[in-house]
């Protein structure tokens, strides 16, 4: 018997095929990469001078605030606030401290209350209304020059230190 002749590869359709299926993935990755090269998304928008300078003055806060040796323990009952502060020098604290409690959620359920200086370190004050059980809690002189964070705790006294709400 006379066994058939193989066709030269160029006359066969499975490399052409093959070579189309890889030539597609080649044109449709140079497509997108063309797409997002020639469109670059315009992810940062808005004023950024005023974000970077908080970032800088907030972390001037948490310097002066480890500096002066500020720790506390703040004590929520209805709507009293008790709040008792130690730093390495009790003379240098001041008068009145203005205590922001943040919503975890939205800003329409922050408020802000003043702190007023009973002697040795500790500080009461009023709140308008409970603040929620989760608050973020920032503390800071009125002139803002330091500030304490920390987070409520439901039931319990919270503890505030110079760091990140």
């Known amino acids: 018997m006379h066994a ?78 008790a709040l008792s502060l130690s730093a390495s020098d009790l003379a240098s604290l001041p008068a009145q401290l203005m205590v922001q409690f943040q919503h975890p959620a939205t800003s329409a359920g922050d408020s802000v209350a003043v702190l007023t200086h009973q002697g040795g370190g500790d500080y009461r004050g009023l709140t308008s209304e409970t603040p929620h059980d989760r608050a973020h809690v920032l503390i800071t002189d009125l002139a803002q020059s330091w500030s304490l964070a920390g987070r409520l705790e439901p039931g319990q006294s919270t503890p505030v230190e110079p760091r990140r709400p």
Request: proline residues 9%.
């Open 4 to 81: 058939p002749s193989p066709h030269p590869w160029y006359k066969e359709p499975w490399p052409f095929i093959l070579i189309s299926i890889t030539g597609l993935g080649v044109v449709a990755g140079s497509t997108l990469a063309y797409i997002g090269l020639s469109n670059p998304p315009e992810i940062v928008r808005g004023e950024f001078g005023s974000l970077a300078k908080f970032v800088t003055e907030d972390s001037a806060r948490l310097h002066e605030a480890r500096a002066l040796g500020l720790v506390g323990r703040l004590a929520l009952d209805g709507e009293t606030i």
